[in-house]
């Protein structure tokens, strides 16, 4: 059941950046200008890593049962080089 919870909840959240994702793009077409549009990409740029934390960490704590916990920090240290990686 626990296990079930945990997997609504990261594709719930997925669900909800991507309807995110959306209406970001029907703003830039309502808009229609490249200064709007690129605003409203920058909002943009914290659901992302936000998006990719929250349900790596949900994952994690589902998966705690069977995972040491130095496997744990590999995988959040790996999402942290990620977010490293394309900060600009």
């Known amino acids: 059941m626990f296990k079930d919870s945990i997997v609504n909840g990261m594709a719930g959240l997925r669900f909800v950046s991507g309807l995110i994702e959306v209406s970001a793009a029907l703003l830039m077409l309502y808009f229609g200008t490249v200064q ?11 659901v992302g890593p936000t998006v990719l934390i929250l349900v790596t960490t949900l ?4 998966m705690a049962d069977k995972l040491e916990f130095w496997r744990m920090l590999v995988v959040m240290g790996g999402v942290g080089l990620i977010l490293w990686g394309v900060r600009g």
């Open 36 to 46: 709007k549009a690129v605003m409203i990409n920058a909002g943009l740029a914290l």
């Open 59 to 62: 994952g994690l704590i589902g």
